[in-house]
């Protein structure tokens, strides 16, 4: 009796016993998990969900130059009209099954019926074609620029490679699971939206190999520990004192007033994510129903815009933010003045007035207000409070960001569920190239939430891709911004770049990229 009791207390004390073994990255991200299929959204947090659990054919590398990812080698022929893909060794997915080319077509269809980059890429593509299970061929119908940055992109969404049951869903239905076949597998038992999402290594992952550094989304993902929690702190003083304290190792985007502190704490540092700003502030309008059908309506929207009241709301300090005008990022290879004469003037009553000539009557105008996203919630705060000055009659939808997301895919009107206007944010290296930056596009009801639709603005963005030298990039770049702001694609309100902090006492390894956090490479110390 003795020896069974005991033979089943060890039973319980070793499974604890690696438990406690199990080295575990704790971090606290500027979103909760509430989606888990990153085609489907553009939500950052979703898409940083995604490049922990799926792989890309290719990943752009810091400098933002594409880098083989899953693809083991790769031909482009003479006329750069075929290219010829195969897939490296090793690559299989969570449950089991081994990745193949069935799977990459049936992945990059669906991601290029949803996301912008994807559309304009498959837009050139005539047929994608298995050879066997490891290579396909991809046929443009005329050569295209921009293929492999394009499917390395480190911005939402990324182009991920699903199941082909997976990927045969319909793009505008979110996946259900999440089966990938990246370096850590998610744990959907364990996930706790509102708390935490947990992601546990993947032990039969093949990164690249070991003398490819990690460089952005390019060299080897080499899962670093056992599991990763990503956990929900809506509260920014307790995610910076669970830092400080040591109960978290990763903060992916601490409040601007909390630096000092944090730079002052034992076994804290911070971290610049990238060369550029990491961050561009953009208001959407609703281009489907009134007000924002009309053209004269959205431009009236700009005497709304003080980007200082903006960025002092987000950031505070100077140091970390810039007034940026156009809808490129300043600083970024294709900055220009086009069009920015539209932010020159702040003048609610101006606005008010110009919403009148355009036919506006004081009809209820709905913004949804995100309730607990760390820039996205000051922003809208200053936007409301502009329009109310002005006297404009402003229904505010108050709500999670999750059911923000949600919501803005709804294009009823918003006296049946729809909306006006939203502010989100874009990262500042997919937002300084006019074709990887998707919120610049204006492809109707293909497009991005608000669904400008304007056939020149995707012209110029073609003509750039198509473009055979710099010269001619920056001339288009111009060109499409002025146009871009014309038609008032969207409000940009600034830019910032936001250090992370973690525990440099704790964890090492971290691969600086802006735009989507990464967080393989990380090991505990």
Known sequence: MMLRLLAGLVALILPLSAMAQDKVLRAVMHADVRVIDPIWTTQTIANIHGALVYDTLFGNDAEQKPQPQMVGKYEISPDRLTYTFTLRDGLKFHDGSPVTTRDVIASLKRWGAKDGVGQRLLGYVVKMDAVDDKTFTMVLREPYGMVLESLGKSGSSIAAIMREKDALTDPQQQVKESVGSGPFVFAKDQWVPGSKAVYLKN????????????????????????????????????????????????????????????????????????????????????????????????????????QEDFLRAIIGDPKYYHVCLGLLTCGGPYENDGGTAFMKEYNPKKALQLLKEAGYKGEPITVLAATDHATITPATQVLIQAMREAGINVDVQSMDWGSVVSRRAKKEPPAQGGWNIFVTTSGGVGSANPVLHTWIGAACDKGLFGWPCDPKIEELRNAFGMASNEDERKRIAKELQTRAMEDVVFLPFGQWDQPLAYRADKIDGIVPNTGLAVLWGITKK
């Open 203 to 306: 032990k039969d992952y093949v990164p690249r190999p070991g003398n490819e550094p990690p460089s952005g989304f390019a060299g080897a993902k080499i899962p670093g520990v056992d599991r990763i929690e990503l956990l929900w702190i809506s509260d920014p003083q307790t995610a910076m004192s669970a830092l400080v304290n040591g109960e978290i190792d990763f903060y992916e985007n601490p409040n601007i007033d909390f630096l000092p502190l944090l730079a002052k704490a034992k076994g804290v540092k911070l971290m610049k994510t990238g060369q550029m700003d990491s961050t561009q502030g953009m208001i959407r309008l609703n281009h489907l129903h009134p007000p924002f059908d009309n053209v004269k309506a959205r431009q009236a929207m700009y005497y709304l815009i003080n």
